[in-house]
């Protein structure tokens, strides 16, 4: 990881680096433990002096060299993979927040992510406030407590598809001296880097493009070893003072950019488990692989699946930030001046009815509860995703009830339009 090579480089040369005669592919360590030769060896690994394995529930060599090469795509300091991207987002979350701390979010972000924070987080005792992130620097400065820890916010909000100003974030978490953290997931770092704009901590459900396939679900978390504990010390104190669990063991000076995922791998995969399984990490490297070419496509085919939905008369509302006059086109242009994303969303003029209607008749658009796969894929958050949200809520997440997301996937083009015109008018 030494040479600085170009993002399609690190896809497919990434991560699994094989020594003289070894498997060129990355192996699958299928296995739950490592073995040593004397008992002080192990020893060392329990008490964070020496690096290696011990046992899959807290490192594996397979996920370590996805995870690596993740790392390298968002320009990284370190990197870990979790079971799933719910996973990912509570690990970033709870690995520096505590009972009687604060979240400030945006409210448009995944429906999991809300009732995480709304409902699981403030069971533990974390409370959030949820923002609207186009609200000016001034009013969103006004969600801040004194117990803040983090902000967290996603690079294009699934469903909302509204886009983060990623940079008006950054300074807004920075100057309440708390870090960042940018959920990727529909952008991926192919389209945009969050860490060059000022973001902390990027989290991923690896589940969507990365995978790209429907075939595992799984999680990704960065860290841009950017962010000063130290500077803050009274705020992080899991970080920045022993842990009594380690033999006194303080993150950020034995490890300094690698506290944070080696905190978050010693203390919270050695107490919640939440490890991806190897197998899928294999199959997760393979969907890494053509990120770089899948990705252009998924863009280039959203856009006209875009602009033909828009000259439909029977289409009230089509929202995709990469189409010319949306209302986040000027924010994409600047994150993510090369396309954002395959998935958009729109409203039929019959409302809720004529969705329901609408997908139903799709031939090759497949009903899913899925999203930001090869295949396009199509759901209505309100009777599905969203379905726990009341309609005020749902209006804050930023989802209309009429509200289609369509997932155009890399078929060919042509097709996905002559299906969608035969289901609105045949
Ligand atoms: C799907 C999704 C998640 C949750 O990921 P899982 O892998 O399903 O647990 C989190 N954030 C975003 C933006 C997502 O689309």
């Known amino acids: 990881m030494s040479e600085k090579r170009s993002i399609e480089t690190t896809c497919i040369q990434g991560g699994w680096q094989p020594e003289n005669g070894g498997p060129r592919q990355l192996p699958i360590y299928q296995s739950t433990t ?6 002080e060896a192990m020893g060392k690994l329990f008490d964070l002096e020496a690096e290696g394995y011990f046992y899959t529930r807290l490192q594996n060599p397979t996920n370590d ?25 509570f690990f970033s979350i709870i690995n520096i927040c505590s009972a009687g ?10 429906g999991g992510s809300s009732n995480l924070l709304t409902v699981t987080l403030k069971r533990f005792g974390i409370e959030s406030t949820l923002v609207d992130p186009d609200l000016p620097e001034e009013e969103l400065a006004k969600a ?15 469903p909302a598809l509204v886009v983060l100003d990623i940079e008006k974030f950054a300074r807004l978490a920075h100057s309440h001296g708390v870090p960042l953290i940018v959920d990727n997931t529909f952008a991926t770092p192919i389209n945009c880097r969050p ?17 790209g396939h429907a075939m595992t679900v799984g999680g990704c978390i960065v860290d841009s070893g950017n962010f000063d504990w130290e500077a803050h010390a009274d705020k992080y104190p899991g970080l920045t003072t022993p842990d009594e669990s380690y033999h006194g063991i303080t993150y950020t000076k034995r490890f300094g950019k690698g506290a944070f995922i080696t905190k978050a791998t010693a203390q919270l995969m050695r107490d919640l488990g939440a490890i991806q399984s190897p197998q899928n990490a294999f199959l997760l490297n393979a969907g890494l692989e053509s990120l770089h070419v899948r990705m252009p496509r998924h863009c280039e085919n959203a856009l006209k699946v875009a602009q033909y939905l828009q000259s439909r008369e029977d289409v009230a509302w089509v929202k995709y930030p990469g189409l010319p006059g949306d209302k986040y086109y000027e ?3 600047k994150y993510m001046p ?16 004529a969705a329901g209607a609408f997908m139903d008749k799709l031939k090759l658009a497949s009903i899913a509860t899925h999203v930001a796969d090869a295949r396009t894929c199509v759901l209505h958050p309100a009777s599905h995703t969203h379905r726990q949200l009341s309609d005020e809520q749902l209006v804050e997440a930023g989802v209309d009830p009429s509200m289609i997301r369509f997932s155009v996937g890399i078929e060919n ?4 339009i002559e299906d969608i015109r035969q289901a609105l008018e045949d």
């Not at 490592?34 to 008992?39: G, I, L």
């Not at 701390?101 to 995944?110: E, F, G, P, Q």
């Not at 407590?145 to 909000?157: H, L, M, R, S, W």
Request: charged share 15%; aromatic share 8%; hydrophobic share 40%.
């Open 338 to 353: 090369d396309g954002t994303c395959g998935v958009i969303s729109f409203g039929l003029k019959g409302g809720r009815a």
């Open 144 to 158: 801040f407590k004194p117990n803040t820890k983090c902000v967290f916010a996603e690079t294009i909000a699934n």
């Open 34 to 39: 490592f073995k040593y030769a004397t008992s």
């Open 101 to 110: 701390d604060h979240v400030v979010s945006s409210a448009t972000i995944y």
């Open 413 to 416: 083009v042509n097709d996905l």
């Open 331 to 333: 924010l994409a242009q």
């Open 195 to 211: 860490i060059e704009w000022g973001a902390d901590i990027v989290t991923h459900s690896t589940t969507k493009y990365m995978d």
């Open 65 to 89: 060299a996805v995870a690596a090469k993740i790392c390298e795509m968002e320009g990284g300091a370190a990197a870990m993979l979790t079971s799933s991207g719910q996973a990912a987002t």
